[in-house]
């Protein structure tokens, strides 16, 4: 049946908490980036190089939205919609347990990530010989998660889209996989269909995951196989469904065709993709990422330019103050401020000796809790291997190593994932909490020290607090598989033992092997879990310390560097001092021009 147009307008209502939300991240964005250009000319090599850095934060924020729904719900093509193209394989099994992420890269490339930390690029079209049960086949190669770089718009906006396998196929460690990955998530698009529109699999699946996930969108998808007056009753039910199974009364449902969208796009026709509904919700999702996540980057983007822009303003006006402030006056000035200088400096050494305290006694967390799970999880781990050894001792005693060597690698998969999630949640709010303390002392500090210069000089003073985070950049994967051997005689000599050893025997064996296997491996991942930790914690703290060690040489710095001009000035020409003042003042009118525009640009993204 062709789609009904009286479908493709009708307009969903937006959530309250999106209402007003009237600048999308991406405009946001390019304005605090024309900012920082018209800026940087202006300002020293460092702090040329500190807006270098807050544009790379800006560009590269990351939003992870997961693409969920049930197999056969259209994930695919709805996926391949947003793209743009047809890249992601619409196959006709259900995929194996492989998560595939798409996010922004100037050029299409595709990468497999492997269990063991290898990495292979290969070929868009080859990307269905990683990821469908027909060419992987229970994941027998191993694969991780297979990742792709792609031009498209929507991901140059900073969004990561993760394809997740469907829930509730035919394939159980489908949905476990699909389980795993949501703690990761920003928010989620879950897609149901007229034929059915919901299932009793679909239902429980939302029951648990819908308190973890900070929003779900949810799709209507295929609606050009029905009319109008059937789609109304369809997204009824389905809205009924999920008001009762999530006790919720306002649930924005998308109806769109991501056919109809897909069909749109490859072909050109700008009608088509209206038409198919799909702009509305690009539309919702770009102004969540605005209102509930980009607006914690863009407000900390937009307040470092503006503490480095007030800083540069405050400099302007203090060089033109001092070149009209009396001689004697201006050396009584200079000489009040290098005692109060001092004075703040050791202040700031103190801040930072119990900085240092208090992150090495959170690496002693962290070494705490690798041990408590070690000490916990081992016997627990081993007890569940020793009932999937009593179910299946009856097979062979090959075949019932491997299994158990397969069960091992998947709980302590589980068991690491969910452990790195609590802990990273734990020393993420550790973290921020000794991170916030230290900086807003410092920046008191360094406030203070810009408050009593600027009372000094007489020169008005306004001030923006950045946001400190913990670095997210990690490189932890887990180390699963035995050190390969030239010439492994350890497992040739267990294929003749296994072989010709009574069952009893070789059961013995087994469970020796497990006792000893288990510990290795669980020590050697926690080691690197824990590396992985005070590297990062480590690397945060070394940057946060850096950088306000580097705000408070630089606060001494410009107000002495602009006290030199002003003296240095005094000795030239009348004619030389009017036309450096007259530049002065151009470069503060440019000056107070970028801070009006991103003070509106912040009360805009606040609205």
Not at 462 to 470: D, G, N, P, Y
């Amino acid at each position: 049946m062709q789609p009904q147009t009286t479908v493709a307008k009708k307009k969903k209502p937006i959530p309250p908490n999106l209402r007003g939300c009237v600048m999308h991240f991406g405009v946001a964005q390019e304005k605090i980036t024309q900012a920082i250009a018209t800026l940087a000319p202006m300002v020293k090599e460092q702090d040329r190089e500190m807006l270098s850095e807050v544009e790379r934060k800006l560009k590269e924020n990351k939003f992870n939205l997961v693409v969920l729904g049930q197999f056969k719900r259209g994930k695919t093509t709805f996926i391949n919609a947003l793209l743009g193209e047809k890249l992601l394989p619409s196959a006709i099994l259900p995929l194996t347990s492989i998560v595939t992420t798409l996010e922004y890269g100037p050029q299409m490339e595709v990468e497999v990530h492997f269990l063991n930390g290898q990495v292979k690029k290969i070929e868009p079209q080859n990307i269905r010989l990683y990821v469908t049960e027909k060419e992987n086949p229970k994941n027998e190669k191993g694969v991780k998660y297979v990742r792709v770089l792609h031009p498209a718009s929507i991901l140059k906006k900073g969004i990561i889209l993760v394809d997740t396998p469907g829930v509730g196929s035919l394939y159980e460690n489908n949905t476990d996989v699909t389980y795993g990955f949501l703690p990761r998530v920003d928010a989620g698009v879950f897609l149901l269909t007229v034929d059915p529109p919901l299932s009793k699999e679909e239902i429980a699946f939302l029951k648990d995951v819908y308190p973890h996930v900070e929003r779900i969108f949810f799709v209507l998808n295929k609606v050009d196989y029905v009319d109008s007056d059937d789609l109304q009753e369809v997204m009824d039910f389905a809205l009924g469904n999920l008001k009762e199974a999530l006790g919720s009364n306002h649930i924005p449902i998308y109806p769109l065709s991501a056919k109809m969208a897909l069909e749109g796009r490859t072909d050109g026709d700008e009608g088509k993709v209206v038409k198919s509904g799909i702009a509305d919700l690009e539309e919702a999702l770009e102004n969540f990422l605005l209102k509930e996540k980009g607006s914690i980057v863009l407000r900390s983007s937009a307040n470092k330019v503006l503490s480095l822009l007030s800083t540069s303003l405050f400099q302007v006006e203090l060089e033109i103050k001092a070149a009209t402030t009396p001689l004697e006056e201006l050396e009584e000035k200079i000489e009040r401020f290098r005692v109060i200088k001092e004075e703040i400096s050791q202040e700031r050494r103190d801040s930072e000796f119990l900085f240092k305290g208090e992150i090495d006694s959170l690496i002693k967390i962290v070494n705490m809790d690798m041990e408590r799970f070690q000490t916990q999880k081992i016997p627990k781990i081993y007890t569940r291997l020793l009932e999937t050894f009593q179910e299946n001792k009856h097979r062979g005693s090959l075949e019932l190593s491997k299994l158990l060597d397969q069960a091992m690698k998947e709980i302590l998969v589980r068991e690491f994932d969910q452990m790195v999630i609590q802990e990273n949640e734990k020393v993420n709010a550790e973290y921020s909490r000794i991170a916030r303390r230290f900086a807003d002392k410092v920046n008191d500090i360094i406030d203070r020290l810009m408050v009593l210069a600027a009372e000094l000089f007489e020169i008005p003073l306004e001030r923006f607090q950045v946001e400190e985070t913990i670095t997210e950049e990690s490189s932890l994967w887990y180390k699963l598989e035995d050190r390969p051997k030239l010439l492994d005689l350890e497992g040739a000599g267990k294929f003749i033992s296994y072989s010709i050893l009574p069952s009893a025997v070789v059961h013995k064996m087994i469970k020796a092997e497990l006792q000893k296997k288990l510990p290795e491996k669980v020590d050697m991942n926690c080691g690197r879990v824990r590396s992985d930790f005070v590297d990062r914690i480590t690397k945060s703290a070394i940057e946060l310390r850096w950088g306000m060690e580097q705000k408070m040489n630089q606060t001494v710095a410009f107000v002495e560097e602009a006290v030199q001009k002003a003296m240095n000035l005094r000795e030239k020409s009348q004619e030389e001092v009017e036309a450096t003042l007259k530049e002065l003042g151009k470069k503060k009118a440019l000056l107070e021009g970028i801070k009006e525009q991103l003070k509106s640009l912040l009360e805009e993204a606040a609205a």
